[in-house]
């Protein structure tokens, strides 16, 4: 079974959609979870931490389910600017030392 | 912003050769972290660096990988004997000890092997 798995989409809306990412991740013991966003040849950028009551930066909104182990991403009245790869990420260790898992990233198009 | 550094940004090298991908993390860090993604893939973690020696590894990480902080700026990755599979982007990160808060990654450094 996969580590973090996500729908690769691509997802392709058009400007002022509402869409959703989804992502499981498989070691029920992980305890630090992220959404990153990765341009096309970029490095993976800090989007925002998910945290267990859920939690929302503009119109961006995390969502955790521990006991399913789901992790959401809803992005409201998405922007052209929004277009790009959202990787689902978990720390399965906590602390300060963390090794990442990273999903493969679910591919988002926004279209005028 | 204080911001990881990556030199350079992209590296060609022919299979069998030695290279050296140099990274400089934030100043008062005290994490480091490689990473790689083959073109395509995901970001896959390779290891771990802490109070000047490896804290973990990844499968990943055999023996042809090396990793130290010669001067304590730089934090270099080396790989002895590259092959064609070590093509991808590689990424550092930093973070600073007390909490974990998903860390920064440079720039990357895009290794060809030819």
């Known amino acids: 079974r996969k580590e973090v798995e996500q729908d690769p989409g691509p997802f392709n809306v058009p400007e002022g959609a509402t869409v959703a990412f989804n992502c499981t991740y498989s070691?029920?013991?992980?305890?630090?979870f992220f959404w990153y966003r990765q341009d096309c040849r970029k490095e993976p950028k800090l989007l925002m931490s998910v945290y267990s009551s859920g939690n929302e930066d503009g119109r961006f909104t995390a969502q955790l389910n521990r006991a399913s182990q789901y992790i959401s991403l809803l992005i409201r009245d998405s922007k052209l600017s929004d277009s790009a790869t959202y990787l689902c990420?978990?720390?399965?260790?906590?602390?300060?030392?963390?090794?990442?898992?990273f999903g493969k990233g679910t591919k988002l198009s926004v279209k005028p | 912003e204080p911001e990881v550094t990556q030199t350079p940004s992209h590296q060609v090298t022919q299979m069998g050769q030695e290279v050296i991908l140099r990274c400089v993390p934030i100043?008062?860090?005290?994490?480091f972290y490689w990473y790689r993604q083959i073109l395509g893939q995901k970001v896959e973690f390779l290891v771990s660096?802490?109070?000047?020696?490896?804290?973990?590894k990844s499968e990943i990480f055999d023996d042809q990988f090396s990793v130290e902080r010669p001067d304590g700026s730089n934090f270099t990755l080396k790989i002895r004997s590259t092959k064609l599979e070590d093509s991808a982007m590689y990424f550092c990160?930093?973070?600073?000890?007390?909490?974990?808060?998903?860390?920064?990654f440079g720039s990357g450094t895009r290794l060809t092997v030819v």
């Open positions: 990160a930093s973070i600073v000890e007390g909490g974990f808060r998903g860390y920064t």
């Open positions: 070691n029920s013991a992980s305890q630090s």
């Open positions: 990420v978990v720390n399965p260790n906590g602390g300060s030392q963390g090794n990442l898992i």
């Open positions: 660096f802490y109070n000047n020696e490896i804290s973990e």
């Open positions: 100043s008062n860090h005290l994490y």
